[in-house]
């Protein structure tokens, strides 16, 4: 729907399909990104959250598992030159975009708060690090001036973003450690506690 149903009401040069193999979801490439949707979604995207809000030790351990063997997959894939340096090669997909709202916070609130923390991004998956941060820092064309950095709120507003909106950069600062903090207290009736780490909440690249 994304891709067709409102291509039009964009300037001609960024509609999907005058973008042709550089799209988004590229019909060379939709049967590749939808087999790994399938898995992403249901393993990391959605299994931090089974992970995070388990109730019991069983359900902890049947999701935190293939939560990291997943990662292991991914960080597997992106060893490939061919899928370098986004999951599909040289273009941003929307694979890339599914995995990063995930990845974003993984480090900053899924490792501490919700008990994902087997491992760690930054420490023990240098692909997907990579990848990450290279998504994150890059504020080019690539990503159209900094999508990726300018939505991704760790500790205040982008500077971007300030002059259109009235609202302090306390009130969004550590947005995502606080907000799952908030989330899990809510759910299993815990006193909220906000990790102080990690610092920085992402590494340069």
């Keep these: 729907m994304l891709y067709s149903e409102f291509d039009h ?19 060379h490439l939709r049967p590749q990104i939808e087999e790994m949707n399938e898995w ?9 959250y089974k992970t995070g809000f388990a109730k019991s030790q069983e359900a902890y351990d049947a999701n935190v598992y293939p939560l990291f063997k997943s990662l292991d997959r991914l960080e597997k894939h992106l060893e490939d030159p061919k899928h370098q340096p986004y999951l599909f090669g040289e273009n941003i997909t929307e694979a890339d975009i599914r995995l990063y709202t ?4 993984f480090d900053v609130a899924y ?12 420490y023990d998956y240098p692909n997907l690090h990579k990848w990450l941060r290279t998504l994150y820092w890059d504020e080019s064309e690539k990503t159209n001036g900094g999508a990726f950095k300018k939505t991704t709120m760790f500790t205040e507003v982008s500077r971007s973003f300030a002059p259109c909106i009235r609202i302090s950069a306390d009130a969004l600062r550590e ?18 506690v906000v990790p102080a780490g990690p610092v920085p909440d992402i590494l340069p690249l």
Excluded: H, W
């Design 9 to 27: 009401l964009l300037p001609k040069e960024r509609r999907e399909e005058t973008k042709g193999k550089a799209g988004l979801f590229p019909d």
């Design 40 to 48: 992403v979604y249901n393993t990391v995207n959605n299994g931090v």
């Design 102 to 105: 995930t990845m974003a916070r």
């Design 111 to 122: 490792f501490t708060i919700f008990k994902c923390n087997l491992k760690m991004i930054r």
């Design 175 to 192: 947005q995502y450690k606080k907000g799952y903090a908030s989330a899990l207290s809510s759910v299993t009736r815990a006193t909220k």
